[in-house]
């Protein structure tokens, strides 16, 4: 089974709308974490946010907006406003503990096309 | 301070043929991991390197093996080449104790003609 579902292949708007990346993880692990990735056509991964399992709280960054919802397994990204820089591959990733070595897993993917 | 760093950026080679691909992890890391990406596709985990020993592997055949080195650096070999070798190869740095954070480098594309 899938540690991380993103659902979403690939995704167009035009420049301004807002749009969300879906983002459904799975785990039996009470702690762990939750990252999202944006990785331009250059293919290097940029770190964009790290969240912990016991933090539930929405987060906001200028136009990045986050929802970890632990009750539907879900950490979904949204962009407000999107711009063309915006147009990305977006991943999100899991990382469980396994004795002292983390684990990470990623989602495969979703395209956004900015224009 | 230092990134993760790999070499080279870019390679070709040919079926059949071994590669070797460098990675050096972010200052004060003492763990590595490799992970292959594939075109459209998300990272796939490889292995990952702790005091000089594989500690884990993803579901990878025996003709990709590493090494880590006493400075934390590590190889990723790449033995007997298939078309389907032919991927962006990530290396992340990491701390083993009390960290779930994974720093990446720019990867090395690897092209196998």
């Known amino acids: 089974a899938q540690k991380v579902t993103q659902a979403q292949t690939e995704i167009s708007v035009v420049e301004k709308e807002d749009v969300t990346l879906d983002c459904v993880y799975e785990?039996?692990?009470?702690?762990?974490?939750l990252f999202w990735y944006k990785q331009p056509p250059s293919g290097e991964l940029v770190f964009l946010i790290r969240?912990?399992?016991?933090?539930?709280q929405n987060e906001i960054s200028g136009r990045y907006s986050w929802n970890f919802q632990k009750s539907t397994s879900s950490f979904n990204f949204t962009i407000t406003a999107s711009q063309v820089v915006d147009s990305a591959v977006y991943f999100c990733?899991?990382?469980?503990?396994?004795?002292?070595?983390?684990?990470?897993?990623f989602g495969s993917g979703t395209k956004l096309n900015v224009k | 301070d230092a990134g993760v760093t790999q070499s080279p950026t870019h390679l070709i080679k040919t079926r059949g043929q071994q590669v070797t691909l460098r990675c050096s992890p972010k200052?004060?890391?003492?763990?590595v991991s490799w992970y292959q990406q594939a075109l459209g596709q998300g990272p796939q985990f490889i292995f990952q390197?702790?005091?000089?020993?594989?500690?884990q592997r993803g579901n990878f055949p025996d003709r990709f093996s590493g090494h880590q080195f006493p400075n934390y650096s590590s190889e990723l070999n790449v033995n007997a080449l298939l078309l389907g070798d032919s991927a962006l190869y990530l290396c992340?740095?990491?701390?083993?104790?009390?960290?779930?954070?994974?720093?990446f480098g720019p990867g090395t594309r690897l092209t196998v003609t």
């Open positions: 992340a740095s990491s701390l083993a104790q009390g960290s779930y954070e994974q720093y």
């Open positions: 785990t039996r692990d009470t702690t762990y974490y």
């Open positions: 969240r912990n399992s016991f933090d539930e």
């Open positions: 990733a899991l990382s469980e503990k396994w004795i002292n070595f983390n684990k990470f897993y």
């Open positions: 200052s004060g890391h003492d763990t």
């Open positions: 390197y702790y005091e000089e020993e594989e500690r």
